[in-house]
């Protein structure tokens, strides 16, 4: 019996530490900058970006993992906007951010 709740805590530790997103080639050319490096930028709207933040019921994930799968998953969806620049437009909240979206390069 133990055993098998000690495979069970290694299985969800093993799996807390794992990144579920990926950096597209296209996000990889979005930078992320405070809003003061925007000036003279087009803005191009905000994205609204979310995981999950728990692994099973009361049992969160690392709140530096959530915050780095966000800011890719923004910086994807940025390039989908045809961004090439995102700055955080909110803290994050229960696994969701949201990111103001600019064009600054021609």
Same mark, same amino acid.
């Given at each position: 019996?133990?055993?098998?709740?000690?495979?069970?805590?290694?299985?969800?530790?093993?799996?807390?530490?794992?990144?579920?997103?990926?950096?597209?080639?296209?996000? $990889?050319?979005?930078?992320?900058?405070?809003?003061?490096?925007?000036?003279?930028?087009?803005?191009?709207?905000?994205?609204?970006?979310?995981?999950? $933040?728990?692994?099973? $019921?009361?049992?969160?994930? $690392?709140?530096?993992?959530?915050?780095?799968?966000?800011?890719?998953?923004?910086?994807?969806?940025?390039?989908?906007?045809?961004?090439?620049?995102?700055?955080?437009?909110?803290?994050?909240?229960?696994?969701?951010?949201?990111?103001?979206?600019?064009?600054?390069?021609?």
């Amino acid at each position: 019996m133990w055993k098998s709740f000690a495979l069970s805590i290694l299985v969800l530790l093993t799996t807390a530490s794992c990144t579920w997103v990926s950096l597209t080639r296209q996000g $990889d050319n979005v930078r992320v900058v405070s809003a003061s490096d925007v000036q003279g930028c087009k803005s191009l709207g905000q994205t609204k970006v979310s995981v999950r $933040d728990f692994i099973v $019921d009361n049992v969160k994930r $690392d709140e530096r993992k959530v915050a780095r799968e966000l800011t890719v998953l923004g910086r994807n969806s940025a390039a989908e906007m045809n961004g090439d620049t995102i700055t955080p437009a909110s803290e994050v909240v229960n696994g969701a951010q949201a990111f103001d979206v600019f064009r600054c390069m021609p």
